[in-house]
């Protein structure tokens, strides 16, 4: 299972970005989903994730109240809506599967399931 990533830019230290996660090939309300971004030499951590069942959503301590994750499954899409960008959300974002037990309080627990895609770039500078 592998999807894919859109929405990534270029953008001032404030601003607002809207990353989209899309598949083509299955159906993503099956599925509880997570979003993950790697900075450069650090190891990727887990963002955010929204659950197959009752879309219950988690998210990383530092994007709490920022970052709001949802579904719009009549487009087969996940979101990940980021405001208040800071430098040091500066990574690339990657969506995939995650074991739906995982989707709970603590985001470096998400446990990936699906392959990783190409994800999309977000660069927060000034």
């Known amino acids: 299972v592998q999807l894919v990533e859109s929405g990534g830019g270029l953008v001032q230290p404030g601003g607002s970005l809207r990353l989209s996660c899309t598949a083509s090939e299955f159906t993503l309300e099956e599925y509880t989903i997570g979003w993950f971004r790697q900075s450069p030499g650090k190891g990727r951590e887990g963002v955010s994730c929204?659950?197959?069942?009752?879309?219950?959503?988690s998210y990383k301590d530092s994007v709490k109240g920022r970052f709001t994750i949802s579904r719009d499954n009549a487009k087969n899409t996940v979101y990940l809506q980021m405001n208040s960008l800071k430098p040091e959300d500066t990574a690339v974002y990657y969506c995939?599967?995650?074991?739906?037990?995982?989707?709970?309080?603590?985001?470096?627990?998400?446990?990936?399931?699906?392959?990783w895609g190409q994800g999309t770039q977000v660069t927060v500078s000034s």
């Open positions: 995939t599967p995650i074991a739906p037990l995982s989707c709970g309080d603590y985001s470096h627990l998400y446990y990936p399931i699906g392959a």
């Open positions: 929204i659950s197959h069942s009752n879309s219950g959503t």
